[in-house]
């Protein structure tokens, strides 16, 4: 067994993809869910530990700590940060200061209070990955969506301050840019849309894997 790796956001149309590349190499993984029925979504698996909490919440963060740090023969060795959502709609003028605020609360609350609580555990097992998603939207903005763009750059200097802060713990910190996903939920939201450029969760997966298991990696802003 590789180690363990907690996928925060692991029931999304993201998050079941990551949550089946790292058992499929051979990972443990704990995937906290705000729901009992998005978590069996995900299937059953030996090395597959799921728990219903709210991430946005310090208590439940540390729950995922002690049910990730529960298995002394696979220390946790790597964070996935998916937790967040996307909203889009008038220009900053004709948007209340609520709904710009809720999206930095959606997309870096989660992100900081798990990381947080992870932390401790890299540094105690000697070093290991932490990989955040961010948004191409951050580096090339679009009108309509302030507040999630705004919170998305916020991922990336989040990411650039832990790079800094735990290089000597040997805690490697990096960022994807994913630009629009080919999930269920996209199409949804967008029947309408050219299809053709979307990347496939899978992919996306893969690179979130890679990253984990690749010494030298640090301080990255990778578009996927």
């Known amino acids: 067994m590789t180690g363990t790796v907690v996928v925060a956001g692991g029931t999304g149309g993201l998050g079941g993809a990551v949550t089946a590349e790292f058992l ?4 443990r993984v704990v995937v906290p869910g705000r729901s009992e029925k998005s978590l069996a979504e995900l ?3 030996e090395a ?10 310090p208590a439940g963060v540390a729950e995922v700590a002690r049910v990730a740090a529960a298995d002394g023969g696979a220390p946790v060795s790597a964070l996935v ?12 003028h004709e948007t209340p200061i609520e709904e710009f605020e809720a999206q930095l ?19 105690a097992a000697g070093g290991g990955s932490i990989t955040c998603a961010s948004s191409g939207s951050a580096v ?15 991922v990336l200097a989040f990411v650039d301050a832990l790079a800094v802060e735990y ?14 996903i080919d999930t269920p939920a996209n199409r949804r939201a967008m029947p309408t849309a050219d299809t053709a450029k979307w990347t496939p969760p899978a992919q996306i997966a893969t690179v979130l894997r890679v990253l984990a298991e690749t010494p030298g990696i640090t301080g990255a802003h990778l578009p996927v």
């Open 24 to 27: 499929a190499a051979g990972w």
């Open 43 to 45: 299937g059953s698996a």
């Open 48 to 57: 597959l530990h799921t728990l219903v909490v709210d991430v946005s919440d």
């Open 81 to 92: 940060n998916l937790v967040g959502g996307f909203s889009s709609g008038a220009r900053v």
């Open 105 to 123: 609360t959606l997309n870096l609350r989660p992100t900081y209070l798990v990381t947080q609580a992870i932390l401790p555990l890299l540094m």
């Open 140 to 154: 090339k903005p679009f009108s309509g969506a302030a507040g999630y763009i705004t919170a998305k750059a916020g």
């Open 167 to 180: 290089a000597k713990d040997h805690i490697r910190v990096n960022a994807i840019l994913p630009g629009t």
